[in-house]
């Protein structure tokens, strides 16, 4: 097996020695494309950096590695365990890394592909943005699961999604049906290119057909577990009791959600009615049942694992877009009018 210094690469990439250490320890003081110039040297080949010796050594990446973004999200837990349930279908081995939704997803994944060599990635949970361009210069495959990617740009990317702005575009004219005119909305950050953009503007598209103004004091940005939409919901209805209903980005938010509006003397469905999205098993077993988007686990997992290895061998992106469902639940009724300020206590 043929061993290459770091002067080779260096060589190769056309810069010097302290430029190439700079890339591998991903000092932030390289530019863009002396960092991508160098990475294309480092994948070409197949090196990775030796911590003891300090040489490239030869080392062709052999794992794919799944990063969940969200530690206590139910549906990217239940995702991520039936992808390496589908991956037992393949030669290349997978491991799943999980991540706080906090963390930045694409700095995990520079650390994986620099330390450990892994050899594509797929990503759950994920946001598009500036972050994903830097980390495309690595040049690994990656699958974007849940989150479209086809607008992206990313060369080399592919995605497994269903259309949501469809989903919460159908989801809010359930609730319009009902008579619910006054929604408040749980989710991520409605600003960018991502999963909480397009399920915001599909709520958007609903009202908007239906000739419905919203406030934009009603969309609360929360984080997805419990105890966080716990406290966002607690927070929110002690100054908005006109609301009559909530529509929630995912099951886990609406279930803290309907938590706080139990101990705060309202009552779901009759006093507000929440929808959630996902489809987990909680969402059935939850009292009230959770009226939910569902999102085919099983599909987007085999969908996303089988691009991947794909993908590692030389097959081309894709982006696949998977059908939803809307589970009806007992946390929707007909909306009984609005409230006034001194109803819940």
């Not at 589908?86 to 939704?101: G, H, L, N, R, S």
């Not at 992206?152 to 319009?176: E, Q, Y």
């Not at 686990?297 to 809307?326: D, P």
Request: aromatic share 8%.
């Amino acid at each position: 097996m043929e061993i290459y210094t770091i002067r080779d690469i260096a060589k190769k990439a056309g810069v010097g020695v302290s430029t190439v250490s700079r890339v591998l320890n991903e000092r932030p003081d390289v530019s863009e494309e002396t960092r991508r110039r160098v990475m294309e040297v480092v994948e070409a080949c197949g090196f990775v950096q030796n911590r003891n010796a300090r040489n490239l050594k030869n080392t062709k990446p052999v794992f794919g590695a799944i990063i969940v973004r969200g530690r206590r999200n139910m549906f990217l837990s239940d995702v991520a365990e039936e992808m390496l349930h589908c991956a037992q279908a393949y030669k290349t081995p997978f491991i799943v890394k999980y991540i706080d939704e906090e963390d930045d997803e694409f700095g995990a994944m520079r650390r994986l592909y620099g330390e450990r060599r892994a050899a594509g990635f797929i990503l759950l949970g994920s946001r598009l943005d500036e972050r994903s361009e830097a980390a495309a210069a690595m040049g690994a495959p990656m699958v974007f699961a849940t989150v479209d990617a086809a607008g992206s740009g990313i060369a080399n990317a592919s995605s497994v999604c269903i259309d949501d702005r469809a989903a919460t575009r159908a989801m809010m004219d359930r609730l319009v049906a009902h008579g619910h005119t006054c929604v408040a909305i749980f989710g991520g950050n409605s600003e960018g290119n991502d999963v909480f953009t397009r399920r915001y503007q599909g709520a958007m598209d609903s009202l908007k057909a239906h000739g419905i103004s919203f406030d934009p004091e009603n969309y609360v940005v929360t984080r997805f577990s419990l105890e966080g939409s716990y406290e966002s919901a607690k927070r929110f209805f002690a100054a908005h009791r006109d609301v009559t209903a909530v529509m929630a980005m995912s099951d886990t938010v609406a279930a803290g959600v309907i938590r706080a509006l139990w101990e705060m003397g309202l009552r779901v469905p009759q006093d507000v009615s929440v929808t959630g999205y996902d489809g987990t098993e909680m969402a059935r077993y939850f009292i009230p049942s959770i009226e939910t988007v569902c999102q085919p686990t099983q599909m987007i997992a085999r969908e996303s694992v089988k691009l991947l290895c794909e993908m590692l061998e030389g097959g081309e992106r894709r982006y696949v877009t998977v059908n939803y469902s809307l589970v009806p639940g007992e946390s929707v009724a007909q909306c009984a009018g609005e409230r006034g300020t001194g109803d819940a206590e």
